[in-house]
């Protein structure tokens, strides 16, 4: 069964200290002993605690990919991570020493295969099912237990009807990743015992609090959303007006998509005035209360360092670009890394 946190009970978790994680990295068995770049490695107790809080983003988080890779050909491995949506893929596919297949399998998506992935649901509880992503994070993550990972992780999701912030940190690593992500509206929600979970973007966009709570003593944050932060101004004036003063603007001028072009993101042809489908408009205000939310908790509890990658030309489902996004994320993360180094001491290691 999944350990459930929530906001109202934060303060009850206790941070666990340089013993506790040494002793949590021992128990891992389900981990290859293959070596790898990124892996997950032991931590010695002579240096702080790093903690890495992976954001939200939908498929920009694909640049967390390459900002794990950046950081470990520097020598910086986190000794714990939390994550949130995309976050908690990439996150806790690197805490079961599982990157090198995240990424094969990012690189290896086309528009085509993305559009494959999207099954949909006539449930009426969400537009996608998810059935084909949960097959594809089962076979590669189906036997890791979140509590045997070699390093504390932590997923964020948030509970329908009440909005509590939930960690995952026990049970089930896919299903735990599938409750962070599960966008509203657009996949089921997933049920853990008796709460109906939804992506955590909702509540904790970038988890640096879970990192602080998990015992890290110097938090990196990773944002990827950071150029679509809504100035939030406000428009004065503005006209109203249609080809017809008595008549209403039609929705979609065209009329003649197919069920799927009408229900499902329109973000691959996009063009500048294009009316909003259903999951576009869904998925664009989810952004702006995501913004708002991410705005307020980075101020409220800002990370000792943070790593911003920036990238105004792709969209949240633009999953086929992971070539570029992971480049994005080494460049991001090869910036950020001399204040990473100011203002974090890790002995032995330098820019």
Not at 70 to 79: I, K
Not at 164 to 174: F, T
Request: with cysteine.
């Amino acid at each position: 069964m999944f350990s459930l946190r929530h906001t109202e009970a934060v303060e009850k978790i206790v941070p666990a200290d340089s013993a506790t994680i040494n002793s949590h990295m021992q128990q891992n068995k389900t981990a290859t002993t293959e070596d790898t770049a990124c892996r997950p490695h032991k931590h010695d107790g002579k240096r702080p605690l790093i903690g890495l809080a992976l954001g939200a983003g939908a498929a920009r988080g694909w640049s967390h990919i390459g900002v794990l890779r950046e950081l470990a050909a520097h020598g910086v491995h986190p000794d714990i991570i939390a994550g949130t949506s995309i976050g908690a893929v990439v996150g806790g596919c690197y805490a079961a020493d599982r990157l090198d297949q995240i990424e094969t399998f990012a690189r290896s998506l086309t528009r085509r295969r993305v559009f494959t992935l999207m099954d949909l649901s006539f449930s009426g509880g969400s537009l996608i099912t998810g059935e084909r992503l949960k097959t594809a994070l089962e076979q590669e993550l189906d036997s890791f237990k979140i509590e045997d990972l070699p390093i504390p992780f932590a997923a964020v999701a948030a509970e329908v009807g009440t909005g509590h912030e939930v960690w995952l940190q026990r049970g089930s690593l896919p299903l735990a990743i599938r409750a962070s992500y599960a966008l509203p509206g657009i996949f089921e929600p997933v049920r853990i015992g008796e709460r109906w979970l939804f992506d955590g973007a909702l509540v904790n966009p970038v988890p640096v609090t879970v990192c602080r709570a998990l015992g890290a003593d110097f938090v990196i944050a990773v944002n990827v959303t950071a150029d679509m932060m809504y100035r939030s101004g406000v428009i004065h004036g503005e006209a109203v007006a249609s080809k017809n003063p008595n008549e209403a603007a039609p929705f979609d001028d065209k009329g003649d998509g197919s069920f799927v072009e009408r229900i499902l993101p329109r973000y691959f042809d996009k063009r500048t005035g294009d009316a909003p489908n259903v999951a576009t408009a869904m998925i664009d205000a989810f952004n702006i209360v995501q913004d708002r939310i991410l705005r307020s908790r980075l101020a409220g509890d800002p990370p000792d360092a943070i790593i911003t990658a920036r990238m105004e030309d792709i969209g949240m489902f633009d999953f086929h670009r992971a070539d570029q996004l992971i480049d994005i994320g080494h460049l991001a993360a090869k910036r950020a890394l001399p204040n990473i180094f100011a203002h974090i001491p890790i002995p032995g290691v330098s820019a």
